[in-house]
């Protein structure tokens, strides 16, 4: 039977889905993977020394994997090893861990002699990443052939836009021959009558003169990366197409055949066995990202256990104070267009959205978004919420799925963004976050529509990790002034 049939029956997928709970349950695998690394290595070397039967109850122990657990991860994602593959042979996967393994036993090494851990044994230290590289290869693998079914399913895909020739029908039909990679053409730009004759009832093709609809493409329909295959590059053409990519803050990639072309915005990657240019339209620094990523994970998840008492009291305090979920759930726009579920303490009465509708004439904001300063829906629980800024902290549950990060421009209402002028959208192209420049404004409320946009935008541009630390402690700031987020 086919397995994904049967997670369909038992509602798992649809599950999985709903909550958006994949990348969670990605990341906590390779946690346990390395979790039972030190296991199995400690029940080898001290099994019968009459130390517990676990490494967790031994300080030393748990602290070096306190440590040495996201720099392992910090460095797979470095390796580019922590991203389930879409076209990678597996011989590329077994070096990205293998690598990894003896970047971690040269970690362990180092804080062996920095720290004088001489009381641990040096073969502990060995067979630790010995014992991750075979369980994390393992489970990657395996997750690799499990989502190459899911994809093949029609789950997990990317929306791409190709513009190509006639020497690139091979590629368009390696990528529709391979359904298990997850490429979606959703439109071909070709002169080619070939191309057109073959999959113009499959697949929307327009003619290459027409590459200014590319624009309007690219804002109505939900588009992660523009593929230029033609064989003959046009210089011209391709700046235009940069420019659109940039300006709409969708990823642009040029397949190229010398080996000896570089260029200093662009970074190499292979799509297909294919060597693409792929233009980077956000900061892309390597090692700055993995470090944010890993703060997302482990910042949410420590700020969840931390703050449990105090979200268990606010939760108490919103149901007695007024009928309703004490969750809110609202519909908001990720990275790339893609929609997901925002949580929120509830602040307002149950029927607030059908309120809105009656008060858009007293709204105070301009643009698209809406704000009244002295809200009629709110309630005296909410009010207080509001103030603090304690109504976002369920968000960091969004965190902990992958949806949003600590740090980023507020994730939008998806009515606002269809209001979105064209240099707007480039918002999108990063992820949403908890707080930004707008929420750490003590004037925000009254700062105008445009301003906001131009302030994310701002903070896309100029990203660093030195950044991401500034606006979070001018956000803890916040919360203790009672200003709100």
Not at 205 to 211: A, F, K, N
Not at 284 to 291: E, P, S
Not at 336 to 363: C, H, I, P, S, W
Not at 453 to 476: C, G, P, Q
Request: glycine share 4%; aromatic share 14%; net charge positive.
């Amino acid at each position: 039977m086919d397995i994904f049939s049967t997670l369909y029956r038992l509602h798992i997928i649809p599950f999985l889905k709903k909550w958006n709970l994949l990348n969670l349950i990605l990341g906590t695998l390779d946690i346990f993977a390395i979790f039972i690394a030190f296991e199995f290595s400690y029940l080898i070397i001290y099994s019968g020394t009459g130390l517990g039967a676990f490494f967790f109850l031994e300080r030393t122990f748990l602290l070096l994997f306190l440590v040495v657990t996201p720099l392992w991860l910090l460095t797979m994602y470095l390796l580019k090893a922590t991203e389930i593959p879409r076209t990678k042979q597996y011989i590329s996967i077994f070096w990205e861990y293998l690598l990894s393994a003896g970047a971690i036993f040269l970690l362990m090494i180092i804080l062996y002699f920095l720290f004088k851990l001489y009381a641990v044994s040096r073969t502990f230290i060995v067979l630790i990443p010995f014992f991750g590289f075979i369980f994390l290869f393992s489970l990657r693998i395996f997750e690799y052939k499990v989502f190459k079914q899911y994809r093949a399913k029609g789950f997990n895909y990317l929306n791409i836009v190709l513009i190509a020739d006639t020497s690139s029908l091979p590629f368009i039909e390696s990528l529709l021959e391979h359904k298990e990679w997850g490429y979606k053409i959703i439109a071909i730009f070709t002169s080619s009558d070939v191309i057109k004759e073959k999959y113009e009832e499959t697949i929307i093709i327009l003619p290459e003169g027409y590459i200014e609809v590319l624009n309007d493409l690219m804002e109505v329909d939900m588009i992660d990366e523009v593929l230029y295959v033609k064989n003959k590059i046009l210089p011209s053409e391709i700046r235009k197409i940069v420019r659109s990519c940039e300006e709409l803050g969708v990823v642009f990639s040029l397949m190229y055949r010398d080996e000896k072309m570089t260029l200093s915005n662009a970074v190499k990657t292979e799509i297909a066995n294919r060597k693409f240019l792929t233009f980077i339209n956000v900061p892309h620094n390597t090692y700055a990202l993995g470090v944010k990523k890993i703060m997302d994970i482990f910042g949410s998840m420590l700020g969840i256990i931390i703050l449990s008492p105090l979200l268990i009291v606010l939760a108490i305090l919103i149901r007695l104070s007024s009928p309703g979920p004490v969750i809110y759930k609202q519909p908001r726009v990720g990275l790339r267009g893609r929609q997901f579920e925002l949580y929120k303490f509830r602040t307002m009465v149950a029927n607030a959205d059908e309120l809105r509708k009656e008060l858009e004439e007293m709204n105070e904001a301009d643009g698209p978004a809406f704000k009244i300063a002295d809200d009629p829906r709110v309630t005296k629980v909410g009010r207080f919420l509001r103030k603090s800024g304690l109504d976002e902290l369920p968000q960091l549950f969004n965190i902990l799925k992958g949806e949003m990060s600590l740090i980023g421009p507020r994730p939008p209402l998806p009515e606002e963004t269809t209001q979105y002028e064209r240099w707007q959208l480039r918002r999108l192209s990063v992820k949403p976050g908890l707080s930004c420049f707008w929420q750490v404004k003590p004037d925000r409320n009254s700062i105008k529509f445009e301003k906001w946009m131009e302030l994310d935008l701002a903070y896309i541009d100029n990203w660093s990790l030195r950044l991401d630390f500034v606006i979070l402690m001018k956000t803890v700031k916040t919360i203790f002034h009672k200003t709100g987020l």
